[in-house]
């Protein structure tokens, strides 16, 4: 074999080739069934660069978000949303009333934090109707501070949370 003919050859064999890199894009559209006790539950949470619906079918009732709450809501991760169900007190209530039943969808937002998470934000409903959306800034590796938003009204910072990253 001549030199540079084996030298050509040496060289393409030391080569290795290029890794593809396989990048996911971002959801554009989640819809997700979950079950319930009674019934299932179906959300639909649709959005790119700004989150632009939210609803929850639960039973017989149909609830969405205003869009007036999706602001300051920027890169959701619609890959993260999740529906939890719960029974809690929300408003005055009296003396042995009982616990309101809710859901509320979660996911994570925006970018990454300098503790690694991201900011999260859930959007509260019970009564039949969307009643108020919770957000959690990351303010250290386990600590949030939480804001909560009536429609109509402007965020309230209601205080700190600590939780493990998931």
């Given at each position: ?13 030391m080569m290795t080739p290029a890794i ?82 809710h859901v509320l969808v979660e ?60």
């Open positions: 074999m001549k030199p540079t003919r084996f030298c050509i050859l040496l060289c393409a064999l593809a890199e396989d990048e996911p894009r971002p959801w554009g559209r989640v819809v997700f069934e979950v079950p319930g006790e009674d019934e299932n539950a179906v959300v639909n949470v649709e959005g790119t660069k700004d989150l632009a619906k939210v609803t929850v079918k639960w039973g017989k009732q149909q609830m969405e978000v205003p869009s007036a709450e999706f602001s300051e809501i920027n890169d959701p991760r619609l890959s993260t949303a999740e529906l939890l169900f719960g029974e809690g007190y929300y408003g005055k209530f009296k003396e042995g009333e009982e616990p309101v039943p996911m994570e937002f925006g970018t990454r934090s300098e503790f690694g998470t991201f900011a999260s934000v859930k959007f509260l409903f019970h009564g039949g109707k969307y009643q108020e959306r919770i957000v959690l800034t990351p303010t250290g590796p386990n600590t949030w501070t939480e804001y909560r938003k009536s429609p109509g009204k402007s965020p309230v910072e209601t205080g700190t949370t600590t939780k493990l990253p998931r």
